[in-house]
């Protein structure tokens, strides 16, 4: 294995995380900005208003990302064990 081999492996395992893990942080960044923006215009500072939006928004980008998520979680995974030979050497 060499040092190229490596960065190119590890960098391939951060893109496949960063792409999984972005449709639900942009999802509560988003819904998380629009409470807040409404908390600050009508000055209602309740704390549970804040999380339970962002829990339920998340909730269903999970579950309309599903699908996606799992495909690419799976293409990663038959590459890897496809080229499992070339990484031993």
């Known amino acids: 294995m060499t040092y190229d081999f490596l960065t190119g492996f590890f960098g391939q395992a951060i893109k496949l995380t960063l792409l999984l893990s972005a449709p639900m942080l942009v999802t ?24 339970v939006p962002k829990i339920v928004a998340v909730g269903i980008a999970i579950l ?24 031993i050497r």
């Not at 807040?36 to 309740?46: D, H, K, M, P, V």
């Not at 599903?66 to 499992?84: C, E, G, R, V």
């Open 28 to 51: 509560g960044l988003v819904v998380g900005l629009i409470v807040s923006i409404i908390q600050t215009a009508t000055q209602l500072n309740e704390m549970t208003m804040t999380f």
């Open 64 to 87: 309309f990302f599903f699908p996606w998520m799992m495909q690419l979680m799976t293409d990663y995974t038959q590459n890897l064990f496809i080229n499992l030979n070339s990484y």
